[in-house]
């Protein structure tokens, strides 16, 4: 193991925290406030937020790329594909870790989408009034918001879950089942424990 490339993060939403020092094999390692791990950045307090920018900036750069590059392209097919291909997967990668859940990381990653939208609108010559909503290029292209795909991405992992697909007890022992004890009218499987 290289030492130089182990550093320390501590994860809390603390304001004040104990900060120990943490050695290997006799050397101190570097306290970083950020890490990137398997493609997702993880800031200290796990509010994702240099993560938001930093696919914000890759895909909106490759959807930039695919443009110029496609310049000629005028069937709305293809560029689907290629938006699908190299910018969605970069807006959906590991997305059930680092969903967000506040308006604003929700609407500036929509907004790549839309951008993709607008510009494959005036290409292909569909018709979009302005400042209206995305609706019919969605449903003229079948594709989702990108935070529908979030839930179904959330959902999917849950029947697999469920179903022995993946095996997780951790994740597993987190879902609460409602089991009544005799025969009631209450048919909700799970339950959000308070």
């Known amino acids: 193991m290289n030492v130089f490339k182990c550093k320390v993060i501590t994860f809390t939403k603390k304001r004040l925290f104990l900060l120990n020092k943490y050695f290997f094999k006799g050397i101190e390692l570097d306290r970083v406030n950020l890490v990137k791990d398997l493609g997702v950045y993880l800031d200290s307090s796990l509010s994702f937020n240099d993560h938001y920018i930093h696919i914000q900036n890759r895909a909106s750069s490759m959807l930039g790329f695919i443009m110029r590059s496609c310049n000629n392209f005028d069937n709305p097919i293809a560029l689907k594909s290629l938006y699908c291909a190299f910018v969605r ?106």
């Open 89 to 194: 997967s970069i807006l959906d990668y590991n997305s059930i870790i680092w969903s967000p859940y506040t308006s604003g990381p929700i609407h500036s990653i929509e907004a790549i989408q839309n951008r993709f939208l607008r510009i494959i609108s005036n290409k292909c010559n569909i018709q979009r009034s302005p400042h209206t909503s995305y609706e019919p290029l969605l449903s003229y292209l079948n594709i989702d918001i990108l935070q529908v795909r979030r839930v179904k991405h959330y959902i999917c992992l849950i029947y697999k879950l469920l179903n022995g697909f993946v095996n997780c007890p951790d994740l597993l022992s987190n879902i609460s089942f409602s089991v009544p004890g005799h025969s009631t009218r209450q048919t909700d499987t799970f339950y959000v424990p308070f």
